[in-house]
């Protein structure tokens, strides 16, 4: 498998799907939850892709609202030899949306399966069906007057399923290594369904409470995989603190961003810092300060370092501003506080915006964004004013919370934004673990425009190559490059690769469960 | 397959090993590392079975030093098709200690693999051969004088690796849910090598600071597990905090256990608990206050109601006691001690003990078996006074933290225990997480008497099935009854059993990798 560019537009449309299959798919989900038109399908792509490209097509889109009617669909699909591709709610723009791998896959879309089944309040946890959003699960919290919060990404409108499976980042302390989902029931291959963990216990008690099972664990195994179809979830909550307390701590230069790194290392490895935060680059944050905007847009093309610096003093939000908070009783939050305070002081010039004190008195003021995110209110806000046709594509290696490895994944990155697109860099560091960070960097791109479509995809999969020569690999990948990002995962002459396949061709022996993704094919479509 | 009761002592040795095959397993690892005479396999048996019954006997134990021999081991047992059987230290003392669940098994020890490969100090992990012990680690950190901790169980002797890929207990923070394992190297069934997670990627930077990768996740698959062999793993460890302090919780009477287990669930999911706490009744907390075990002898067989609480009482640890600690900061230390003293003073007539506050002066004051474990300092102190003869085996189902669930179990068990055994329920809740808790009863046997080993083994096997009747199962079984245990986790007509069996087909085609671990069979060995 060589190493490609993203090739010219693919005009051409899926393959239209044979009447008798759709025939049987209505048979199976109703005459309404079955779609083949052109205008129908493509409703329901990414809008983050050139327009006029067809790579990834689907023949159909198809809406169960149960588990029954999964397993019918996987059947159907097995028996007629056409792949399907599952998606939740399809929002993870950026990585190929609810689009699917191989063209003319029959899409599953889950937006009709969104069913809260329970909030268990003294143990804290929900279990969901795939189509509900954090948006759902926060209002039915809500509305049981529940003591309980959910653990948000940044967008309210994603599946806790979906973002859950693609290895998606929500913010508050259960989202620190993915510790929320737990418990899963899976539709497999041949259309029949696991229960994983302690869920393999007919009537058990501790499906959700408990993170193993009797025997080798499988919920990890439905991560970013292609070996099931999951459509039940737990998801663990957390109970309301006494106070929370959401900060926003500066970085004024550049040249301190390995020294903020290593602070912020320190306060997580010591308990004080315990939810997700996130640390982004003066362009990137103009999504939460509308004020960057402006200035951006008196400037004209890419911003030079010293406009840039212009921009972070003028609006002091900094070369890099880190959106964190603190969770618990009072008198500990007040402590933490005052400890990251000292801590970021080290920073020269460095600030520590505190943007209030919240309990459950005054819980109802939380209104700015980065507020609403840390105290689990799922929202639109960052959607504002993004312009329909642009789409953007982002690269993000897993990097060891260290200072200087961090930089250097930094330099290399925004050379080849700066070299090879002529853009300014875009980046952040979007989950913030004990030891490790995502460093999501982003190139924006204009989807009626196929070159400037074009030139971003092969950008960014050049740093994917460029990124794994330094040992740094992705933590997902866009459909466009699955297999790219994939490929550099090779110990071992692919042992990985190898023994998954190996289990794919197992568990799927017609290949028909959303073939290609992360770069996992079916044997029959294997050609290395 | 039926759900039999343990037979009659089976007295026949494994058929001895082909010399051609001792030959080339010496070939692999030396003259001086392969034993097949019966007191050096003797030597290596569990301790804990009865000494005339040889079911689980083995051919030879070879004790490789490298991932290279491990592999050689592998590729021979492929050939000759006699299945190996992976223990690292072999302490798991009442599961079966290193005895293969197929008599004639060559055993395969890790004691020689011992290295600590790395220890860093910034991003606070380890990465551990599987020989590698508790002890060793712990002096391996403290010869380098490394600000950190390792989280451990209660006995020191026993492996890194062989604890967590049975899914053993430890008691510090990172302790729940297993947190600290992450990154494996893994020897496959045809002799390759995988590498998990970020370690796919060759030079991988990230491979022991981030738990996923990219596709889906497969560490969590080689626990409990005969998919592989894990010869080498990432484990984090904990920033020495601020202050530390051990407390033991009273619960006076054993009608109070629900409000105690509600109360811990409160403090945990408050977080103001953040370890992993142990609560036990009054017998069992005999290994810790030794005036139990006096109080114990001056009475004739089973203790009644009242002879346990008079015990209790006059030695005043209780009918229950929990063993907690909190870490951090002082002042957050102090303030989470006054909130767990204020929130457990509810239960009528209890006590908090303090074991004092410990801090980088007064660390070496540490000495109390309730202060070592929880400060992450190994030690074999529950062995004392042990007598040889007597071993224990028990049923440790997973319940959720709520106090109704909980004693629902402990009646049941108990009432086997005393109708069945005429013993008294010996019992600990050995891992209280924050929504669940690992319920371990015991029962003690000699060891040299058929008809004691017979009936708690009986009694056990009971209690696997009438506790799986409530929805109930166990984390981790014990050679003589995994298919039992295993056999409840039936949903979906064995829908986990017959998944994880294709996978075993899958990726170890002659079944020679552990057959029989955790209740998964090769094809061949399957007759259901």
Known sequence: MSLVSRGPADRAEAPELDPAVVRRLRDAVGDDAVFTSREDRDDYRDPYW???????DSSAVVYPTSTEQVQEIVRIANDVRIPVWTSSQGRNYGYGGPSPRVKGSILISFRRMNRVLEINEKLAYAVVEP??????????????????????????????????????????????????????????ADGSLLRTGMGALPNSQSWHVYKRGLGPVLDPLFVQSNLGIVTRMGYWLMRKPEAYAPLYLTVPKDSQ?????????????????????????????ASHFPEILG?????????SEEQLQEIADSTGVGRWGQRTAVWGDRAVVEHHVARIKEAWSAIEGSRVDEYGLYTKENWGDIHHFLEKVQAGIPNLDMLEGRPDDI???????????????VREV???????????????????????SERSTVLVSGLN???????????????????????????????????????????QYSFGDHAYRRFVERIKDAVDPNGILSPGRHGIWPQASRNR
Chains 1, 2 share one sequence.
């Open 295 to 303: 200035k951006m847009r008196a400037h004209e093309g890419t911003l």
């Open 50 to 56: 050139y327009v006029e490209d067809r790579s990834y």
């Open 410 to 432: 930094v330099n290399l990155l925004k050379r080849i934004a700066e070299d090879e697109v002529g853009v300014n860099f875009v980046a952040g560091l979007c989950t913030i």
């Open 391 to 405: 789409g953007h594509i982002g690269f993000s290696p897993v990097v060891p919370l260290e200072g200087t490895k």
């Open 445 to 487: 791109f204009s989807t009626v425009d196929e070159e400037s479509w074009r030139t971003a995809f092969d950008a960014v999969k050049h740093m994917v190559r460029e990124a794994a020569k330094l040992g740094y690999g992705e933590y997902r990948a866009h459909l466009d490059f699955m297999d790219e990002a994939a490929e």
């Open 257 to 285: 961003l390995e020294q903020a790194i290593d602070i912020t290392r320190e306060l997580r490895l010591q308990g004080v810092i315990r939810g997700v935060p996130v640390m982004q680059n003066t362009i990137t944050l």
């Open 131 to 188: 189509g509900v959003r954090w948006l759902d699960l926060y209002d039915a919290i809500e509305a049981g007057g529940h003591d309980l919060m959910v653990s948000v990404p940044d967008l309210g409108w994603g599946s806790v399923i979906g973002n859950t499976l693609d290895s998606g980042v929500t913010y508050l302390p259960l989202g620190m290594d993915y510790q929320a989902p737990t418990g899963m029931e899976v539709v497999l």
